[in-house]
């Protein structure tokens, strides 16, 4: 399971998982106007990586252990 955190706000994902669902479920909102990654107004930073919302997925969990127990944090 993947830490995701959101202004303090933590949860476990499944990887892979669709990253607008994870997204959801933490609050964050960001724009969607395509749907299909292709205008980029969706976009957010996880984990330091900017990542389509619409499109992307939920990352691997991270090797190092202090990012498994602090989580990935979004953007």
Avoid: H, W
């Avoid at 202004?7 to 998982?17: A, L, M, R």
């Amino acid at each position: 399971m993947t830490v995701l955190t959101y202004n303090g706000k933590k949860k476990d994902f499944k990887p892979g998982s669709p990253l607008k669902n994870a997204c959801a479920s933490l609050g964050v909102k960001p724009k969607y106007s395509c749907k299909k990654g292709d205008c980029g107004s969706c976009t957010i930073t996880v984990g330091g990586t900017r990542v389509k919302a619409c499109v992307g997925k939920v990352p691997p969990e991270p090797r190092l252990k202090s990012l498994q127990e602090k989580g990935l944090e979004i953007k």
